[in-house]
């Protein structure tokens, strides 16, 4: 009876190959949770078009929306774990939010797997070209003389821009007004136009803005200056050390078979190594992560780590979302 199981199951996992030999076998959703052309829609096409030529298959970019990444981790976490979704994100979506937002339907360590950490980079105090404040103690003054009445962008409450915002209020003792944005790249959008006055935002989505002239950067929130911006001085430069880091990931609904999570993982590594890649995210502002820090056990490791660090943080600045 065992023996004539065990033929029978032999004979069937001949018939079928199992999925990751013909995986991927059509294209895959890759959810992004903000919206087009801002930081995270741009790693997921960066490092989404390079994967795709390792994989042989196409990435479907999903941009949704709302709650600072919440939903669309929750579209993630439900979907069917085959393989054909990933969702992209970073500390704010897959770290943050966890402790931000108390009516979550997911856990956000043990709903996703990971599958490889992405490139993370320090944020630029930014601020439109009309402000008269030209350095960051002016900026600081500016603010301290209207308390709270500036208005500032954010992709919401947990988000990258959100989370440099605390920082910039600690390291300050000022604050502006948040106005929330499906991401900040309409955010951006917004500052150019003087619409709103300042942002604290990831260096990839702001960093070809302040080049171009566009809007003002009084400093960088990291230990030294960028490569990618010599010029920019750091916040302690200007007086007021900060520093904070957005680095992103790529996830799967847990139960996604590990053998296609490798699959995923190898080409993620794979195209992190491509020197065209390299350089594109290099002069964005963006450190690469090692393959060793890729892994998923490696990144499961430091994803709980930011976790417990950011609860300490956001509990203690006592922000929530009911
Ligand atoms: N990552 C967000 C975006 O892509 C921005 C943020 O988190 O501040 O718009």
Redesign the pocket.
Known sequence: MLRRTVLASMAASLAAPALADTYPSKPINLI????A???????ARIVGERMAKELGQQFIIDNTTGA??SIAVGKAARAAPDGYTVQIG?V??NVANGTIYKNLTYDLLTDLVPIARLPQNPMLIVSSNQLPAKTLKELVAYLKANPDKVPG????M???????ALAFFAATGVTYQLVP???????MQDLMANQIQVMV??SS?SLPQVQAGKVRAYGITAKARSAAAPDIPTAAEGGFPMEVS?W?GLWAPKGTPADIVARLNKAAIASLQDPAIRKRLEELGQDIPTPAEMAPPAFASFQKEEYARWKKILEAANVKVE
């Open positions: 992004v949770p903000f919206a052309g801002g930081p995270t829609d741009l790693m600072a990444g970073h704010g979506t962008g954010t992709a919401g947990g988000s990258g821009s959100h989370l440099g944005y499906r991401g900040t790249g309409p955010a935002d990831q989505n957005i992103h």
